[in-house]
């Protein structure tokens, strides 16, 4: 690794100093919060069961189809999460 010194001016460090102030705390975007979509932990909280269960379904097939963003990263869209909580809740 190579390490270089630059010097900054007055209006450069405080703009660094600002955003590191404005970033303390961020934990990042959530699938969630990012295009409507949800990991798994967030699709079963969503859902109210377990994600042993969610799993179990995902297993099964009776979950809708995840979008597969990797082979062992996916996520579901929440709008086809409320649809089948929706067809659920109706055939009981």
Do not use: H
């Not at 975007?29 to 994600?51: N, P, V, W, Y």
């Not at 179990?56 to 809708?64: I, K, S, T």
């Not at 869209?77 to 009981?92: C, G, P, T, Y």
């Amino acid at each position: 690794m190579v390490a270089y010194e630059v010097e900054l001016g007055p209006q450069s460090l405080a703009a660094i100093k600002n955003l590191t102030e404005a970033l303390k705390g961020f934990k990042g975007a959530t699938a969630e919060t990012d295009a409507g979509l949800m990991t798994r932990k967030e699709a079963a909280k969503f859902l109210g069961i377990s994600t042993t269960t969610f799993s179990e379904w995902v297993r099964a097939g009776e979950l809708p189809v995840a979008i597969e963003l990797s082979e062992r990263n996916q996520r579901w869209r929440k709008s086809d999460l409320l649809a089948f909580a929706e067809r659920r809740r109706s055939a009981a």
